[in-house]
């Protein structure tokens, strides 16, 4: 169940990230104060941009009929211009212009807030030259070159605004990096389904009773012992668990070297086990393991960008991400595929080499007995 509820997650963002449907066009309701052409003028300007005209499309109303429309969907945004906008702009007064999204605005109100913010900070920048400008003439006696400074001004900054360009950048959205989309979500699915192994293996990587460790402490078998043991075991599970589609994997021709698809399986496996060994030990109980453990692997998979892309994360979490010990394993299960440098083999040693010495040495001081 666990599993199934995990696919379905993964699934779902998929279909919702690459669906076949696209961004259309915004439109938004104004609401111009009456006898005010100015406003009106300056909204036909602001439409007639390549920028702001090749998304979004303006239908003029009066309020209360657009707050209907806003309730029912047919407008994605409302925006409602004070009397006096272009004199504010002028003389630096700024009169807000107020702006209704819906309740549960999407896509499309997304994109025009930026557009807004976008236009706000050009439309800040431009009076800021123009008043420091004029300031500067004013103190230096050469009033006489302000008309000319500020026509100056308005051409530079009429054409950065005219330019669409300045207002959206192209930049590649892909998890996949440089393997398809099919293959990137196929190593999510690998890596998620193997560290989830670990909840039907709960019998032999459980923390042991206190007795046992008693007797064990008395046979003169130590917690490195222990662990690397219990370590080779469940990595043994997780190899026969993936003999056979890792043989069919090689026999396709999924790998570059059937050498390296083994080793590097065999250290993954590896890798794998000694996480799912160190939550057991962390936890100190079955049930909390499992639910530890499903509850990590989702996260970790998450955070790495092996569900949502990484590209649609903010930066803060997908630095986090680069350290998680999923995209250590998903990084050599790409590395089994398309080879390259070493350094997700190193990762993984060291991902192994730690969390092997917290296993070791967690619960030390509880079945310390001399």
């Given at each position: 169940?666990?599993?199934?509820?995990?696919?379905?997650?993964?699934?779902?963002?998929?279909?919702?990230?690459?669906?076949?449907k696209?961004?259309?066009?915004?439109i938004?309701?104004?609401?111009?104060?009456?006898?005010?052409?100015?406003?009106?003028m300056?909204?036909?300007?602001v439409?007639s941009?390549d920028s702001?005209?090749s998304?979004c499309?303006?239908?003029y109303?009066?309020?209360?009929?657009?707050?209907?429309?806003?309730?029912?969907?047919?407008?994605?945004?409302?925006?409602?211009?004070p009397?006096?906008?272009?004199?504010?702009?002028?003389?630096?007064?700024?009169?807000?212009v107020?702006?209704?999204f819906?309740?549960?605005?999407?896509?499309?109100?997304?994109?025009f807030?930026?557009?807004?913010?976008?236009?706000?900070?050009?439309?800040?920048?431009?009076q800021?030259?123009?008043?420091?400008?004029?300031?500067?003439?004013?103190?230096?006696?050469m009033?006489?070159?302000?008309?000319?400074?500020?026509?100056?001004?308005?051409?530079?900054?009429?054409?950065?605004?005219?330019?669409?360009?300045a207002?959206?950048?192209?930049?590649?959205?892909?998890?996949s990096?440089?393997?398809?989309?099919?293959v990137?979500?196929?190593?999510?699915?690998?890596?998620?389904?193997?560290?989830?192994?670990?909840?039907?293996?709960?019998?032999?990587?459980?923390?042991?009773?206190?007795?046992?460790?008693?007797?064990l402490?008395?046979?003169?078998?130590?917690?490195?012992?222990?662990?690397?043991?219990?370590?080779?075991?469940?990595?043994t599970?997780?190899?026969?668990?993936?003999?056979?589609?890792?043989?069919?994997?090689?026999?396709?021709?999924?790998?570059?070297?059937?050498?390296?698809?083994?080793?590097?399986w065999?250290?993954?496996?590896?890798?794998?086990?000694?996480?799912?060994?160190?939550?057991?030990?962390?936890?100190?109980?079955?049930?909390?393991a499992?639910?530890?453990?499903?509850?990590?692997?989702?996260?970790?998979?998450?955070?790495?960008?092996?569900?949502?892309?990484?590209?649609?994360?903010?930066?803060?979490?997908?630095?986090?991400?680069?350290w998680?010990?999923?995209?250590?394993?998903?990084d050599?299960?790409?590395?089994?595929?398309?080879?390259?440098?070493?350094?997700?083999?190193?990762?993984?040693?060291?991902?192994?080499?730690?969390v092997?010495?917290?296993s070791?040495?967690?619960?030390?001081?509880?079945?310390?007995y001399?």
């Amino acid at each position: 169940m666990l599993v199934l509820l995990a696919g379905t997650i993964a699934f779902s963002a998929s279909k919702m990230l690459y669906g076949d449907k696209a961004l259309g066009k915004i439109i938004v309701g104004v609401v111009v104060p009456e006898n005010d052409r100015l406003s009106e003028m300056a909204m036909n300007m602001v439409a007639s941009l390549d920028s702001v005209g090749s998304l979004c499309e303006f239908t003029y109303t009066d309020k209360e009929e657009g707050t209907k429309l806003l309730e029912r969907g047919e407008i994605f945004a409302l925006m409602e211009l004070p009397p006096g906008l272009l004199e504010g702009i002028i003389d630096g007064s700024n009169i807000p212009v107020t702006i209704t999204f819906p309740e549960n605005s999407g896509l499309e109100a997304a994109v025009f807030k930026e557009l807004t913010q976008a236009g706000t900070s050009i439309l800040g920048t431009a009076q800021a030259a123009i008043y420091s400008t004029d300031d500067y003439l004013i103190g230096h006696q050469m009033q006489s070159s302000i008309r000319q400074a500020e026509k100056d001004l308005n051409t530079v900054f009429m054409r950065y605004a005219l330019s669409r360009e300045a207002y959206f950048r192209t930049e590649k959205v892909s998890a996949s990096g440089d393997v398809t989309t099919a293959v990137f979500y196929g190593i999510s699915a690998v890596v998620m389904i193997l560290l989830l192994l670990g909840i039907p293996a709960a019998p032999i990587v459980r923390p042991y009773k206190i007795v046992v460790e008693q007797k064990l402490a008395l046979c003169g078998i130590g917690r490195v012992k222990r662990t690397a043991v219990r370590t080779a075991a469940l990595t043994t599970l997780l190899l026969l668990a993936s003999a056979v589609p890792l043989a069919c994997f090689i026999s396709k021709g999924y790998f570059d070297s059937a050498f390296t698809a083994v080793a590097g399986w065999l250290l993954v496996c590896m890798a794998a086990a000694g996480w799912i060994l160190f939550i057991y030990e962390l936890c100190g109980n079955t049930t909390a393991a499992i639910l530890l453990l499903f509850v990590s692997t989702i996260v970790m998979l998450f955070i790495s960008g092996g569900i949502i892309p990484a590209v649609f994360l903010p930066e803060a979490v997908t630095g986090l991400g680069k350290w998680m010990p999923a995209a250590f394993l998903m990084d050599a299960v790409k590395w089994m595929i398309k080879g390259g440098t070493a350094l997700p083999v190193l990762k993984l040693v060291l991902m192994e080499g730690i969390v092997f010495a917290l296993s070791a040495v967690l619960r030390r001081k509880e079945y310390d007995y001399g």
